[in-house]
Protein backbone atom coordinates (compact mmCIF):
# COMPACT_ATOMS: atom_id res chain seq x y z
CA UNK A 1 0.00 0.00 0.00
CA UNK A 2 3.07 2.22 1.09
CA UNK A 3 4.52 1.90 -2.49
CA UNK A 4 1.12 2.60 -4.64
CA UNK A 5 0.80 5.62 -2.35
CA UNK A 6 4.21 6.71 -3.67
CA UNK A 7 4.09 5.56 -6.88
CA UNK A 8 1.05 7.59 -7.50
CA UNK A 9 3.06 10.72 -5.83
CA UNK A 10 5.59 10.12 -8.24
CA UNK A 11 3.20 10.28 -11.05
CA UNK A 12 1.12 13.51 -10.14
CA UNK A 13 4.94 15.04 -9.66
CA UNK A 14 5.89 14.35 -13.58
CA UNK A 15 2.24 14.98 -14.77
CA UNK A 16 2.86 18.57 -13.52
CA UNK A 17 6.17 19.32 -14.07
CA UNK A 18 5.47 17.92 -17.73
CA UNK A 19 2.55 20.20 -18.54
CA UNK A 20 1.75 21.63 -21.90
CA UNK A 21 3.01 24.71 -23.40
CA UNK A 22 0.21 27.34 -22.97
CA UNK A 23 -1.58 29.90 -25.93
CA UNK A 24 -1.30 32.85 -23.90
CA UNK A 25 -2.92 35.03 -26.41
CA UNK A 26 -4.81 37.82 -25.02
CA UNK A 27 -3.82 37.17 -21.44
CA UNK A 28 -1.35 38.69 -19.33
CA UNK A 29 1.18 38.05 -16.04
CA UNK A 30 0.01 40.55 -13.02
CA UNK A 31 2.32 40.73 -10.64
CA UNK A 32 0.33 43.19 -7.63
CA UNK A 33 2.75 43.58 -5.52
CA UNK A 34 6.11 43.96 -4.15
CA UNK A 35 7.62 40.68 -3.09
CA UNK A 36 10.50 38.89 -3.87
CA UNK A 37 9.18 35.80 -4.13
CA UNK A 38 6.84 36.13 -6.95
CA UNK A 39 7.99 35.62 -10.34
CA UNK A 40 7.56 33.67 -13.42
CA UNK A 41 10.06 31.50 -15.04
CA UNK A 42 10.22 30.95 -18.36
CA UNK A 43 11.41 27.29 -19.76
CA UNK A 44 13.55 26.73 -23.11
CA UNK A 45 15.67 23.68 -24.07
CA UNK A 46 17.95 26.50 -26.19
CA UNK A 47 21.56 26.20 -24.48
CA UNK A 48 23.48 28.53 -26.77
CA UNK A 49 22.66 32.12 -29.03
CA UNK A 50 24.90 34.13 -30.73
CA UNK A 51 22.49 36.68 -31.38
CA UNK A 52 19.23 37.35 -29.54
CA UNK A 53 16.02 39.29 -29.96
CA UNK A 54 13.54 39.68 -26.39
CA UNK A 55 10.59 41.64 -26.99
CA UNK A 56 8.00 41.79 -24.53
CA UNK A 57 5.25 44.63 -23.38
CA UNK A 58 5.42 45.78 -20.01
CA UNK A 59 2.69 48.24 -17.79
CA UNK A 60 3.71 49.65 -14.47
CA UNK A 61 3.49 52.39 -12.12
CA UNK A 62 6.74 52.04 -10.33
CA UNK A 63 9.07 55.33 -9.73
CA UNK A 64 11.91 53.33 -8.68
CA UNK A 65 14.81 50.73 -10.32
CA UNK A 66 12.95 47.45 -10.84
CA UNK A 67 13.76 44.42 -13.49
CA UNK A 68 11.94 43.88 -16.40
CA UNK A 69 13.40 40.94 -18.42
CA UNK A 70 16.24 38.64 -16.56
CA UNK A 71 18.32 35.94 -18.34
CA UNK A 72 20.81 33.66 -16.20
CA UNK A 73 23.76 31.21 -16.80
CA UNK A 74 25.93 29.87 -14.64
CA UNK A 75 29.04 31.89 -15.59
CA UNK A 76 27.08 35.74 -16.20
CA UNK A 77 24.42 36.55 -13.85
CA UNK A 78 22.90 39.58 -16.12
CA UNK A 79 23.80 37.12 -19.46
CA UNK A 80 20.77 39.33 -21.06
CA UNK A 81 18.78 41.53 -18.59
CA UNK A 82 16.56 44.68 -19.60
CA UNK A 83 16.37 47.02 -16.23
CA UNK A 84 15.21 50.36 -15.36
CA UNK A 85 17.52 53.05 -13.35
CA UNK A 86 14.64 55.11 -12.08
CA UNK A 87 17.19 57.38 -10.44
CA UNK A 88 19.50 58.46 -14.13
CA UNK A 89 15.91 57.32 -16.39
CA UNK A 90 17.56 55.20 -18.09
CA UNK A 91 16.94 51.46 -19.67
CA UNK A 92 19.73 49.62 -19.27
CA UNK A 93 20.49 46.38 -21.42
CA UNK A 94 22.85 44.25 -19.82
CA UNK A 95 24.87 41.73 -21.94
CA UNK A 96 26.98 38.67 -20.73
CA UNK A 97 27.56 41.12 -17.22
CA UNK A 98 28.60 44.49 -19.35
CA UNK A 99 25.99 47.40 -19.63
CA UNK A 100 24.32 49.62 -22.06
CA UNK A 101 22.12 52.63 -20.66
CA UNK A 102 19.58 54.04 -23.14
CA UNK A 103 18.14 57.40 -22.04
CA UNK A 104 15.81 59.79 -23.40
CA UNK A 105 13.22 57.48 -23.37
CA UNK A 106 9.41 58.70 -22.41
CA UNK A 107 9.15 55.60 -19.95
CA UNK A 108 5.94 56.95 -18.39
CA UNK A 109 3.85 55.33 -15.78
CA UNK A 110 0.53 53.55 -15.96
CA UNK A 111 0.75 52.85 -19.81
CA UNK A 112 1.91 50.13 -21.97
CA UNK A 113 5.28 50.05 -23.77
CA UNK A 114 6.45 47.92 -26.13
CA UNK A 115 10.48 47.05 -25.63
CA UNK A 116 12.67 45.04 -28.03
CA UNK A 117 16.42 44.50 -27.31
CA UNK A 118 18.66 42.74 -30.38
CA UNK A 119 22.25 41.87 -29.78
CA UNK A 120 24.57 40.19 -31.84
CA UNK A 121 28.01 38.27 -30.79
CA UNK A 122 29.92 39.13 -33.56
CA UNK A 123 30.01 42.70 -33.48
CA UNK A 124 28.68 43.43 -29.69
CA UNK A 125 26.02 46.07 -30.89
CA UNK A 126 22.95 46.47 -28.69
CA UNK A 127 20.10 48.24 -29.83
CA UNK A 128 16.63 49.07 -27.59
CA UNK A 129 13.04 49.58 -29.97
CA UNK A 130 11.02 51.71 -27.59
CA UNK A 131 7.41 51.71 -28.90
CA UNK A 132 8.56 51.26 -32.12
CA UNK A 133 11.10 53.54 -32.18
CA UNK A 134 15.13 52.73 -32.27
CA UNK A 135 17.84 54.17 -29.95
CA UNK A 136 21.06 54.59 -31.15
CA UNK A 137 23.61 51.36 -30.82
CA UNK A 138 25.66 50.68 -28.63
CA UNK A 139 28.28 47.94 -27.72
CA UNK A 140 28.58 45.96 -25.05
CA UNK A 141 30.03 42.29 -25.20
CA UNK A 142 31.30 40.55 -28.14
CA UNK A 143 33.24 37.44 -29.70
CA UNK A 144 31.24 34.57 -27.94
CA UNK A 145 27.78 33.43 -27.47
CA UNK A 146 25.35 33.23 -24.79
CA UNK A 147 25.75 29.16 -23.38
CA UNK A 148 25.32 27.60 -20.63
CA UNK A 149 21.59 26.49 -18.59
CA UNK A 150 19.00 29.21 -19.28
CA UNK A 151 17.24 30.36 -16.42
CA UNK A 152 14.68 33.14 -17.60
CA UNK A 153 12.61 35.27 -15.04
CA UNK A 154 9.75 37.77 -15.50
CA UNK A 155 9.30 39.97 -12.02
CA UNK A 156 12.39 39.80 -10.74
CA UNK A 157 16.47 40.19 -10.97
CA UNK A 158 18.46 37.41 -10.64
CA UNK A 159 21.59 37.82 -8.80
CA UNK A 160 22.00 34.24 -8.55
CA UNK A 161 21.76 32.09 -11.11
CA UNK A 162 17.73 31.18 -10.66
CA UNK A 163 17.50 33.10 -7.18
CA UNK A 164 19.38 36.07 -5.11
CA UNK A 165 16.33 38.46 -5.90
CA UNK A 166 15.74 41.95 -4.25
CA UNK A 167 12.52 42.76 -3.18
CA UNK A 168 13.25 46.76 -3.76
CA UNK A 169 14.01 45.51 -7.49
CA UNK A 170 10.72 43.72 -7.96
CA UNK A 171 8.20 44.28 -10.90
CA UNK A 172 4.68 45.44 -9.71
CA UNK A 173 2.83 45.50 -12.78
CA UNK A 174 1.68 43.42 -15.85
CA UNK A 175 3.56 41.82 -18.67
CA UNK A 176 2.14 40.55 -21.85
CA UNK A 177 3.32 38.94 -25.25
CA UNK A 178 7.07 37.93 -24.23
CA UNK A 179 8.74 36.29 -27.15
CA UNK A 180 12.51 35.88 -27.78
CA UNK A 181 14.61 35.30 -31.25
CA UNK A 182 17.75 33.62 -31.50
CA UNK A 183 18.79 36.38 -33.89
CA UNK A 184 18.50 40.47 -34.30
CA UNK A 185 15.33 41.37 -35.61
CA UNK A 186 14.54 43.59 -38.58
CA UNK A 187 13.62 47.15 -38.22
CA UNK A 188 10.46 45.86 -40.48
CA UNK A 189 10.03 42.80 -38.25
CA UNK A 190 10.23 44.70 -34.64
CA UNK A 191 7.24 47.10 -35.74
CA UNK A 192 5.15 44.10 -36.60
CA UNK A 193 5.31 42.98 -33.03
CA UNK A 194 4.89 46.60 -31.95
CA UNK A 195 1.76 47.05 -33.92
CA UNK A 196 0.53 43.49 -33.01
CA UNK A 197 0.40 42.58 -37.03
CA UNK A 198 1.13 39.11 -38.22
CA UNK A 199 4.72 38.98 -37.29
CA UNK A 200 6.74 35.41 -36.75
CA UNK A 201 6.31 34.39 -33.04
CA UNK A 202 9.99 33.48 -31.48
CA UNK A 203 11.84 30.84 -31.65
CA UNK A 204 13.00 30.39 -28.09
CA UNK A 205 10.46 32.13 -26.72
CA UNK A 206 6.82 32.11 -27.87
CA UNK A 207 4.02 34.01 -26.05
CA UNK A 208 1.68 31.76 -28.17
CA UNK A 209 3.25 28.24 -26.92
CA UNK A 210 4.73 28.93 -23.79
CA UNK A 211 6.24 26.63 -20.98
CA UNK A 212 5.75 28.89 -17.61
CA UNK A 213 5.92 28.18 -13.94
CA UNK A 214 4.40 30.73 -11.66
CA UNK A 215 6.03 31.09 -8.33
CA UNK A 216 3.66 32.82 -5.37
CA UNK A 217 1.49 35.63 -6.11
CA UNK A 218 1.10 36.11 -9.94
CA UNK A 219 -2.22 35.99 -11.60
CA UNK A 220 -2.62 35.02 -14.74
CA UNK A 221 -5.66 36.84 -16.63
CA UNK A 222 -7.28 38.33 -19.72
CA UNK A 223 -5.15 41.58 -21.31
CA UNK A 224 -6.59 44.41 -21.39
CA UNK A 225 -5.01 46.87 -23.15
CA UNK A 226 -8.13 48.80 -25.16
CA UNK A 227 -11.86 49.12 -24.68
CA UNK A 228 -13.67 47.76 -28.04
Known sequence: MVFKMELLLLLTILTSCAAAPQDMSGQMFTFPQQTKSSYVRLMTSMRDLSAITVCHRSFTDLKRDHSIFSLATPSNINAFLIFWDAANKEMEAHVKDTKAEFAGLDYKPNMWHSICTTWESSTGLTQLWFNGRPTIRKTTSSGSSISGTFIIVLGQ????????????????????????????????????????LNFTPGNVINWRSLDFQTFDRVVVEKEEMTCH
Do not use: R
Request: charged content about 20%; overall charge negative; proline content about 0%.
Open 157 to 196: EQDAHGGGFDVNQCMIGMMSDVHIWDHALSACEIHKYTDD
